[in-house]
T-cell receptor, first 114, second 113 residues
């Protein structure tokens, strides 16, 4: 059984640029969620994907978008980067969103926006 | 939406003592309450969880209690060890919103040898 993997581990961008973060879900998991963790804060829910469709969204603007692929892997895209987007982005997978299952996190991508 | 508050934000205990971290939640529909441990530079790891049909759950030195009426739940760590030092997060979710978890702001626990 493989765990949740994310790439890249670190990324530096400048304001206004676009970024794509990638995530492979844990084996057997069909639901992927993305969280933003600012320094010293708890993770904040961005959105969740199930069967390649967005299935719930937190309080994030439309410039945060995502995709899920048939193999359940996922991408998080952020357009028009702002300084406040600097954070640790965590991907989490779960067995099935409908049964309120345990979340398993990846190691995250540390994004710095200069 | 759900609002989870966590206290204290920092906690220092002597090795061997107990540590207690408390969380409150606002949405009575929340029915699943996990606790995560995050060491510096690492991923959050699930250490224990509880569902709303249970009042208490224990796993070795770690226990969680839930009071649905008061909408609060707590993490108890007994016989603390230096390797327990980390940031602990509580979270809440509801069956109605699937796996959308709302996290507390974290408690930085330091166990002094």
């Amino acid at each position: 059984e493989t765990g949740v993997t994310q790439s890249p581990t670190h990324l530096i961008k400048t304001r206004g640029q676009q970024v794509t973060l990638r995530c492979s879900s844990q084996s057997g998991h069909n639901t992927v969620s993305w969280y933003q963790q600012a320094l010293g804060q708890g993770p904040q829910f961005i959105f969740q994907y199930y069967r390649e469709e967005e299935n719930g969204r937190g309080n994030f603007p439309p410039r945060f978008s995502g995709l899920q692929f048939p193999n359940y892997s996922s991408e998080l895209n952020v357009n028009a980067l702002e300084l406040d987007d600097s954070a640790l982005y965590l991907c989490a997978s779960s067995f099935d969103f409908a049964t309120n299952e345990k979340l398993f996190f990846g190691s995250g991508t540390q994004l710095s926006v200069l | 939406g759900e609002n989870v508050e966590q206290h204290p934000s920092t906690l220092s205990v002597q090795e061997g003592d107990s540590a207690v971290i408390k969380c409150t939640y606002s949405d009575s529909a929340s029915n699943y309450f996990p606790w995560y441990k995050q060491e510096l530079g690492k991923r959050p790891q699930l250490i224990i969880d509880i569902r709303s049909n249970v009042g208490e759950k224990k796993d070795q030195r770690i226990a969680v209690t839930l009071n649905k009426t008061a909408k609060h739940f707590s993490l108890h760590i007994t016989e603390t060890q230096p390797e327990d030092s980390a940031v602990y997060f509580c979270a809440a979710s509801s069956s109605f919103t699937g796996n959308q978890f709302y996290f507390g702001t974290g408690t930085s626990l330091t166990v002094i040898p």
